[in-house]
């Protein structure tokens, strides 16, 4: 069907919203920026590094591929508004994969009020699926504000996708820790809450508690000692918890408990991160 | 040296401006967006697709990969303000090629006074490097109003990348057209300023004008009559100026003429493009 009749296909599966003061067909798209700032931040998929085809469907590609950006905008305190898409794809892809793909960056979105509003098909010998999220925020909360005394709060799951990873790895194809992996649940709305609650600190967990603590300590100038009780979880390994990215948890440092949320440490000071006061190392780095 | 030593050497070759309100480094960049709207568009550059390693240095990579989507802003009558870049490239990749390609990305940034302000760094088989610009716009020009009685203006070179890739396959590799080729240089002043001149629809001319003019023809239900005459360019062929891409030159729609751009057609009642009233096709579709 072409370029441009993809385009018109994917773009008929989208919806939009009032923050789109012009969507996808034009050479930009327009949106609203409240306050007169924009937070933005890209993430990259890439099959056969973030996903595989035969154990996600294209439409959890989506969602996951919406949720890693959306994810980033929470991070900040902020709320996603809009998401621009480039999808780069062998010729033979399926047109029904890149249309599932639209229905779940639709849908992830719709979980926040964001719309997607504009994007670029390409050629390539991968899928690769580049997602830009753009989003509204009032107080943003960066990764270097930690103080000692601080208590580290945690939203959403850790470890789950992981492990769903392993199992997948061992052909088991079903349950809720696979599902975790192919579609993670980011706590969007922790987000904005934890801003206004006052964090120092903020970030989600992409690459692994430990790794993503780790950045957020450096950043800070801190230590951060996690507490191994508090990281417990019936369902996952500690090892999971402490390692295990892509879930998109939310972690950030208070000066004080916020109700809701589970404490799983303190900021003290120091340097790196520890584990009921000993070093502890993990995480994942995408490019190796 | 790892994804975050490359993320941290890439950051260093980078320069921020006054708009940015928080810069790479963290789960998301913010950015000042005056007038409270942002211009945002992503557009995706795949090696062998849209450049190839052995003919364009990772610099001039850099400077067309934001060229294209800095043209897009401009093409809504916008100035850059932010770039988002999503780099997947193969784990062998020299790390001189990623630190080129930032200061290509960041020269052309200053053209407009934007700043690169975050991104993200995969691995993948193929080079695919995915921009996302945002901007600042004041009146913004779609592609939908153009009314038949307007005149037809270009802004910028068309058809002189195409000449050059055709050279590149014939082994000259050097030359203004090859330069054309490596490096577009799009009008980015003209599209503020054809907006504030009352412009009635406006586009880049990124898949050849023909093309490009096509879908303004159809979006503003129009015909679109061009003049050979005043097309002619000593440099390049007809052919090349009606169905060459990339250069991204500006073309936009006009009550009246505006000094300083050429006028190379006129809108008329109907449907479609001509040439001296002749139907005519061209342009160049990546998805195939």
Redesign the interface.
Known sequence: M???G?IAALTARLTQTDAV??GP??????????????????????E???FRRDWSSAYDVGRKAAAASLA??A??G?VGT?L?????AP?DLPLQWALDLADGLRDECDLVGAAV??????????V?V?V????A?DR?V???GARPGDLVLVAGRLGHSAAGLRLLRQDVTEGPLVDAHRRPQPPYAAGPLLAAAGATA???VSDGLVSDLG?LAA?SGVRIDLDSAALHDPDVTLDDVLSGGEDHGLVATVPAAVDGFRVIGRVLEGEGVTLDGEPVEGGW????
Do not use: I
Request: net charge negative.
């Open positions: 072409g370029e441009f993809l003061l012009l067909g034009d050479d930009a798209a327009v949106v609203a920026t409240p306050g007169g700032r924009v937070v933005a931040t890209t993430d990259v998929l890439v056969g590094v973030h980033d905008v991070a900040m902020g809009a621009l898409v480039g999808l780069a010729a509003v504009g994007g670029d098909t390409v050629a390539a010998e991968q690769v580049s830009t999220a753009l989003g925020v943003w960066t990764r270097t903020m970030c989600d950045h950043g780095e995408h490019w190796r």
